[in-house]
């Protein structure tokens, strides 16, 4: 069962940066958040994840807070190809946790 | 190319048919899942397999059958197919771990 709370939906500017918030208040110490996106008709598409410390790679950057109880996913100059379904997910990290998805934020990217 | 291939992508069918879709990564993973989303988009796992092995059933009606002839396929055979069991179907797999799942393209299925 999903573990996070996401807005609905949200907008952002073409080019600028795009910050999507997750709550996760519930996080136990062992547990990694992730973030995936899905554009439309594709298979959900991994991002990024973390456990405790700021996370960045070529895609996003996560921000995690201090005490672990929410997240910011940030697309730092979002595109049209950003325009997406994003999911943040709590995960134990082990072979047998599975990874639930909840309802996510339906990202727009504007022209 | 490296990925999570699925077959067939869209496939419609009869109610009260029997149907499978197939699943394969070329990628080296032990572990792959069936998702289910259904049209309010929500992203519901069905099954886990690691190595072979069924690890995860989240009470999916028995109609549902996956089968994993190997590490590298996992196929999902429905029974009596109803009109509920209209949706995207999207197969993943992973490393045991840390690592990120990695989806196929799923497969639309449409029972009329």
Not at chain 1, 68 to 73: A, E, F, G, N
Not at chain 1, 78 to 98: E, F, H, K, P, S
Not at chain 2, 10 to 20: F, W
Request: aromatic letters at 10%; a neutral charge; proline letters at 5%.
């Amino acid at each position: 069962d999903a573990k996070t709370t996401q807005p609905p939906s949200m907008d952002c500017a073409e080019g600028r940066a795009a910050n999507l918030p997750c709550n996760h208040s519930t996080i136990s110490g062992n547990e990694y958040v992730y973030w995936y996106r899905q554009i439309h008709s594709q298979g959900p598409q991994y991002i990024i994840h973390g456990l405790k410390n700021n996370e960045t790679n070529e895609m996003a950057s996560l921000i995690i807070t201090e005490d672990r109880k929410s997240s910011t996913l940030i697309l730092p100059h979002a595109t049209l190809r950003d325009t997406a379904v994003y999911y943040c997910i709590v995960r134990v990290a082990g072979g047998g946790n599975q990874f639930y998805f909840g309802t996510g934020t339906s990202l727009t990217v504007i022209p | 190319d490296t990925a999570v291939s699925q077959t067939p992508k869209y496939l419609v069918t009869q109610m009260g048919n029997d149907k499978s879709i197939k699943c394969e990564q070329n990628l080296g993973h032990d572990t792959m899942y069936w998702y289910k989303q259904d049209s309010k988009k929500f992203l519901k796992i069905m099954f886990s397999y690691n190595n072979k092995e069924l690890i995860i059933n989240e009470t999916v009606p028995n109609r549902f059958s996956p089968k994993s002839p190997d590490k590298a396929h996992l196929n999902l055979h429905i029974n009596s197919l109803e009109l509920g069991d209209s949706a995207v179907y999207f197969c993943a797999s992973k490393v045991n771990g840390l690592t990120p799942l990695h989806f196929g393209n799923g497969t639309r299925l449409t029972v009329t």
